[in-house]
């Protein structure tokens, strides 16, 4: 799989609990969606401001953590999320919660 469309290189990457998506971090501090199947970016996250060096699913798949060298965990509600277009769905590109462990489980 390609993981074109990042500007700068993946620092990280975690697959989804049912393995039907892929969330890649990166230097340029954006984190992106893929449909493994197809390789298709599905959405894109920012507001870190320093490269993503962590990532993970909560197990329901709904929410993706992000961790940076900006100091900052972020939580992504997917159901927020932007798509190819730039246009967002039903929130904003911030997350709702900048650091937290709603739903993550006791990892």
């Known amino acids: 799989m390609n993981l074109a469309g990042h500007q700068d290189p993946v620092n990280a990457l975690v697959f989804s609990a049912d393995g039907k998506m892929l969330a890649s971090g990166s ?3 954006t984190v992106k969606l893929w449909a493994v199947a197809t390789g298709e970016e599905l959405a ?9 060096t962590a990532l993970a699913f909560a197990p329901d798949g709904r929410k993706i953590a992000s961790g940076s060298h ?10 927020d999320r932007w798509n190819k277009s ?3 769905g039903s929130g904003s590109r911030t997350p709702k919660r900048n650091v937290g462990g709603e739903g993550f489980g006791n990892n």
């Open 27 to 29: 230097f340029d501090g």
């Open 44 to 52: 894109f996250f920012h507001g870190h401001t320093r490269a993503v």
């Open 70 to 79: 900006d100091q900052t965990v972020r939580i992504w509600h997917l159901a």
């Open 86 to 88: 730039g246009r967002h």
